[in-house]
């Protein structure tokens, strides 16, 4: 037996139309060649298809299964040559993608939700980690994309791309002498002490914020490090001391933790996000992803 989709989709229009000149005009066909291809389908299936006389054209039993299943066919053809032509594209395939815990809070659902709307087949693994350990990650083929604070302690062998400029906030406790003011010059924290993150961990946010404080004439006191961003504002919330975080952290309810817009000069002090990926890559998600990154990049922060 053989019929092909050719076949399938003349059946399908003459059966939903009921008529075999409007089938004809739909297929942008002659009506004889269609009433003959559609016997000819009988024939082959040994079922009669269609009951039709001089007036009207109506479904047999046999048609109106033939015709579910002729839709179910012609659809998962329609998929396997769009899988096909996706596939060819470069766009079917599995990503894996690492992210710096604040970019949960911000921009980053937003660009993977549009991401997976775009190219539905791609399978997407995300996980969160430091920036130090999203480079070794890259570096040992266990993820294909990092979204990682910059600049990087070392980005040998790595490629980056520049994606947003976010605000740090300064986070101190509740009863803190900081704690009713609006904003905070960073110059005025020279006698505070700190919690801040181990530098191979987080040598982006923390150069960004050393650098600050050698502009405002001091090194910081620092009292602890730890390598979680809301371990360090529950240490701000118990009086171990205080705090620069993202400003995306900034909407996580934490009971005796104060958050304020830190500046330079009356300027928000500011970080930088970029992708890194190895400067050696093979998968063209990554370049997809990027593309669709792209409509989410903010230079400068507002």
Not at 67 to 94: C, F, K, P, W, Y
Not at 181 to 204: A, K, N, W, Y
Not at 237 to 251: K, Q, Y
Request: aromatic residues 6%; neutral net charge; proline residues 6%.
């Amino acid at each position: 037996m053989t019929i092909d989709l050719r076949q399938i989709r003349q059946f399908v229009a003459v059966a939903e139309e009921l008529s075999f000149r409007n089938a004809a005009i739909r297929l942008n066909m002659s009506q004889p060649p269609l009433s003959t291809a559609i016997r000819l389908l009988e024939q082959e299936l040994g079922e009669t298809l269609l009951d039709r006389n001089s007036r009207s054209v109506r479904l047999t039993q046999v048609g109106e299964v033939f015709l579910r299943e002729a839709r179910r066919t012609l659809a998962q053809a329609e998929h396997a040559i769009n899988l096909a032509r996706r596939t060819g594209d470069g766009i079917v395939g599995s990503l894996r993608i690492t992210f710096v815990a604040s970019a949960a809070l911000g921009i980053l659902p937003q660009l993977v939700r549009r991401f997976r709307n775009q190219h539905p087949e791609a399978a997407i693994s995300l996980d969160s980690d430091t920036t130090g350990s999203q480079i070794a990650a890259l570096r040992h083929g266990r993820s294909d994309i990092a979204l990682v604070v910059v600049p990087l302690q070392d980005r040998s062998g790595i490629e980056l791309i520049p994606f947003r400029q976010e605000r740090m906030m300064l986070a101190v406790p509740h009863d803190h002498w900081l704690a009713k003011h609006e904003t905070v010059e960073i110059g005025r924290l020279t006698e505070e002490t700190f919690v801040t993150f181990p530098f191979s961990e987080g040598p982006g946010f923390e150069s960004q914020f050393l650098s600050a404080c050698q502009r405002a004439g001091f090194s910081p006191t620092i009292r602890q490090e730890v390598s979680q961003m809301l371990t360090k504002i529950m240490l701000v919330a118990t009086g171990v001391g205080i705090a620069l975080v993202p400003a995306a952290f900034s909407s996580v309810p934490m009971p005796d933790v104060v958050f304020l817009p830190i500046l330079e000069h009356g300027k928000p002090l500011v970080y930088d996000m970029a992708f890194a990926m190895p400067e050696r890559h093979d998968n063209p998600l990554v370049k997809r992803f990027l593309e669709t990154a792209a409509a989410f990049a903010l230079p400068k922060a507002e």
